[in-house]
């Protein structure tokens, strides 16, 4: 713990010392237990947690509903990480890596699995043709933006964020490091949004669906306690204004609310949302 640390020559798994999440995380892949996966009645079943990366499976399907597109039903169930749900024999089934959110896409003879954030959000955007244009420069330009938010994330996630608020003590070095690249990548966005409406262009894509997510969350003050001030979100004005203007997506309000605390466990049918408070749908609320 010290900051005159040497790693042995052989590195050695001590459970302990893995912070918030040292009840779940281990050196190794493949399932701790059986445990068979539920299965509903539409024709997409999502497995997942309201986190950033499952908000972006959610909101997708919402943003799907909402355009008009009643073959995009589906049902979502709630995988428990902290209680190691995703190490159970179903999960790890259709997603080997053990992280949510997986998908199961049931609408054909023969069904099949699409894990990873980003191949969920493709696959529906290719399936259903929306929210990913087809001419190949405005594609290449949404999907370059969408991959670099999938590879960005894990400096925000893993790295800001587990470094500031759940590591078990405090590294100087580390909470440096990963703050100087969050604020990098805040700096890449706002100056994309501030010659563009959206990340990929003039039009909403799954670009913004899959950076809303997790910039989104930062950019309120709902990620990693005092993070929003750390990082002086105030400097991204344009960053700001796309968020707001995401914020106000009827489906991108209903997704944040699927398989999450102050939402809905899990999501079944379009009326399971009449069980929520009014404000909560509004998104007066905030923090969910």
Same mark, same amino acid.
């Given at each position: 713990m010290s900051e005159d640390y040497v790693p042995p020559k052989v590195w050695t798994w001590d459970k302990a010392n893995g912070g918030a999440f040292a009840n779940v995380n281990r050196p190794v $892949?493949?399932?701790?237990? *059986?445990?068979? /996966? +539920?299965?509903?009645?539409?024709?997409?079943?999502?497995? %997942?947690?309201?986190?950033?990366?499952g908000q972006k499976a959610t909101i997708m399907f919402e943003e799907l509903l909402a355009a008009g597109v009643a073959e995009a039903e589906y049902d979502a169930w709630r995988i428990a990480i902290s209680d190691g749900d995703q190490f159970g024999s179903g999960f790890v089934a259709i997603n080997p890596n053990s992280k949510i959110p997986a998908l199961v896409d049931r609408s054909g003879a023969v069904p099949f699995r699409v894990f990873e954030s980003g191949a969920i959000l493709m696959h529906l955007a290719e399936k259903f043709g929306l929210f990913l244009p087809t001419e190949p420069q405005a594609r290449a330009e949404v999907l370059s933006w969408l991959f670099w938010q999938v590879g960005s994330a894990p400096f925000m996630g893993g790295g800001f964020g587990h470094f500031y608020h759940y590591a078990p003590f405090r590294i100087e070095y580390a909470i440096d490091r990963y703050a100087m690249e969050t604020k990098r990548l805040f700096d890449v966005a706002n100056r994309r949004l501030a010659e563009a409406r959206f990340l990929g262009g003039e039009d909403y894509s799954i670009a913004d669906i899959a950076a809303y997510t997790w910039m989104g969350n930062i950019y309120r003050g709902e990620a990693y306690g005092e993070a929003a001030t750390f990082l002086s979100m105030h400097e991204y004005e344009h960053v700001g204004r796309w968020v707001g203007e995401i914020d106000a997506r009827p489906g991108v309000r209903r997704g944040r609310l699927v398989n999450s605390q102050k939402g /809905?466990? !899990?999501?079944? *049918?379009? %009326? *399971?949302?009449? %069980?929520? +408070? +009014? !404000?909560? /749908? $509004?998104?007066?609320?905030?923090g969910y």
């Open positions: $892949a493949g399932a701790t237990h *059986d445990r068979d /996966l +539920p299965v509903g009645k539409h024709p997409f079943q999502l497995y %997942s947690l309201g986190t950033p990366n /809905l466990a !899990e999501r079944h *049918d379009a %009326s *399971d949302f009449d %069980s929520l +408070p +009014p !404000e909560l /749908l $509004a998104g007066i609320v905030q």
